[in-house]
T-cell receptor, first 115, second 110 residues
Framework: GAVVSQHPSWVICKSGTSVKIECRSLDFQATTMFWYRQFPKQSLMLMATSNEGSKATYEQGVEKDKFLINHASLTLSTLTVTSAHPEDSSFYIC???????????FGSGTRLTVV | KNQVEQSPQSLIILEGKNCTLQCNYTVSPFSNLRWYKQDTGRGPVSLTIMTFSENTKSNGRYTATLDADTKQSSLHITASQLSDSASYICVVSAKYKLSFGAGTTVTVRA
């Protein structure tokens, strides 16, 4: 149980375009999901906390107009990177916590390359 | 300064050998500590989770220890296999905020 599916696993896009990444909890309802960014050989950095039915909470330094987060249902959160630039190239990972559970389940990650 | 420090940054071991990874933290208040395994290009997968009262927890060949007094944890890998090659991340939780270590990259060679 507690499976989180993230799609796509990798994407290449041109500068200036937007990319949407989906994060789904397959077998549980997740009122809260988290979006992380990871650069090579570095730890995960929390970008934002996504709450179902309300606005996401962004970490300091993360542009909310650039990284749009939508959590319209209890099983789906999306991260849209708008007007992507090469410096946005990174590994993006989502996670979710089943209500009442101690652990967090991570998605398999999305490798974004902006050319 | 990162509140979760892991050492070593990387290590190479021969297949079949054991190794121990370290995690020191300053996160407070402490809720729980988790070890994750992250394969290259994949999301982290949970290995163990320990609360304040738990000193050790095993998951197959992985054994984690926790000393909440000294704020130290270790992850011991027994009889390493090639598939153990990955990054191992220590994550400390304070209520609902997670603090991530930078990870230890383990390379197992035949």
């Amino acid at each position: 149980g507690a499976v989180v599916s993230q799609h796509p696993s990798w994407v290449i896009c041109k500068s200036g375009t937007s990319v949407k990444i989906e994060c789904r909890s397959l077998d549980f309802q997740a009122t809260t999901m988290f979006w992380y960014r990871q650069f090579p050989k570095q730890s995960l950095m929390l970008m934002a906390t996504s709450n179902e039915g309300s606005k996401a909470t962004y970490e300091q330094g993360v542009e909310k107009d650039k990284f749009l987060i939508n959590h319209a249902s209890l099983t789906l959160s999306t991260l849209t990177v708008t007007s992507a630039h090469p410096e946005d190239s990174s590994f993006y990972i989502c996670s979710a916590r089943r209500q009442g559970a101690r652990g967090y389940t991570f998605g398999s990650g999305t490798r974004l390359t902006v050319v | 300064k990162n509140q979760v420090e892991q050492s070593p940054q990387s290590l190479i071991i021969l297949e079949g050998k054991n190794c121990t990874l370290q995690c020191n933290y300053t996160v407070s208040p402490f809720s729980n500590l988790r070890w994750y395994k992250q394969d290259t290009g994949r999301g982290p997968v949970s290995l163990t989770i320990m609360t304040f009262s738990e000193n050790t927890k095993s998951n197959g060949r992985y054994t984690a220890t926790l000393d909440a007094d000294t704020k130290q944890s270790s992850l011991h890998i027994t009889a390493s296999q090639l598939s153990d090659s990955a990054s191992y991340i220590c994550v400390v939780s304070a209520k609902y905020k997670l603090s991530f270590g930078a990870g230890t990259t383990v390379t197992v060679r035949a």
